[in-house]
């Protein structure tokens, strides 16, 4: 099993910026895919960002050029730098992990086997 612990989230103004982190522990394979999404009031859940174990990245069209994922293999910690936040960003934001490499869909949900508790990111006008 693996448990995956995010931090970092908090309230800013439109314009402001937060850098959330998610650690892993447990029976951690850094040879994997790790990824953010988020899910706001009455929304579905969404991929913002997903990187594997060679750096290679996938992210949604609403947060590019906004947003930055990155990985820490040693450290087993995963990080999202989110500035020029926008109120439309206001959800939680979930941290999760796949078994292995994954070739395609990086934001697709059901690639992942492992799930944090979530952070709560809230932008205001």
């Known amino acids: 099993q693996v448990q995956l612990a995010e931090s970092g989230g908090g309230s800013v103004q439109s314009g402001g910026s937060l850098n959330l982190s998610c650690v892993a522990s447990?029976?951690?394979?850094?040879?994997?895919?790790m990824a953010w999404f988020r899910q706001g009031p009455g929304k579905e859940r969404e991929g913002v960002g997903g990187?594997?174990?060679?750096?290679?990245?996938a992210y949604a069209d609403s947060v590019k050029g906004r947003f930055t994922i990155s990985r820490d293999n040693a450290k087993n910690t995963l990080y999202l730098q989110m500035n020029n936040l926008k109120p439309e960003d206001t959800a939680m934001y979930y941290c999760?992990?796949?078994?292995?490499?994954?070739?395609?869909?990086?934001?697709?949900?059901?690639?992942?086997?492992?799930w944090g508790q979530g952070t709560q990111v809230s932008v205001s006008v």
């Open positions: 447990g029976d951690t394979d850094s040879r994997n895919c």
């Open positions: 999760a992990a796949s078994f292995g490499f994954v070739k395609d869909n990086i934001l697709n949900p059901v690639e992942y086997e492992y």
């Open positions: 990187i594997n174990y060679d750096g290679s990245t």
